[in-house]
């Protein structure tokens, strides 16, 4: 597992769930994370900070968690609204259930 940075804030994304969004705050809060929101689609995050969403989106059995590393390389957006304006990289997946 990667070393994380408990400061940094964690935007969290459930598609939709939102009766998944308590579980995977405390899940994320287990496993070191502190400072985390609701993610928007009008706004992402910055470099260093984090992006934790359920997956697979519609059968959801973990919580991706990925660092932002910068802005997306023109042509290879993922994500949606202003998601899809920043590259990430995976640094762990925790089991949404124990």
Not at 19 to 36: D, I, R, S, W
Request: glycine content about 10%.
């Amino acid at each position: 597992m990667s070393q994380i940075d408990s400061t940094k804030k964690v935007y969290v994304i459930v598609h939709g769930q939102r009766n998944l969004v308590e579980p995977v705050k405390e899940k994320l809060a287990a496993a070191g994370f502190k400072n985390t929101e609701m993610a928007s689609l009008d706004k992402a995050g910055n470099a260093g900070e984090y992006v934790a969403m359920l997956w697979p989106p519609m059968a959801a059995s973990e919580i991706m968690v990925s660092v932002i590393t910068g802005p997306a390389e023109p042509g290879k957006s993922q994500g949606m609204g202003a998601w899809g304006s920043v590259a990430t990289k995976e640094v762990m997946r925790l089991p949404l259930k124990k």
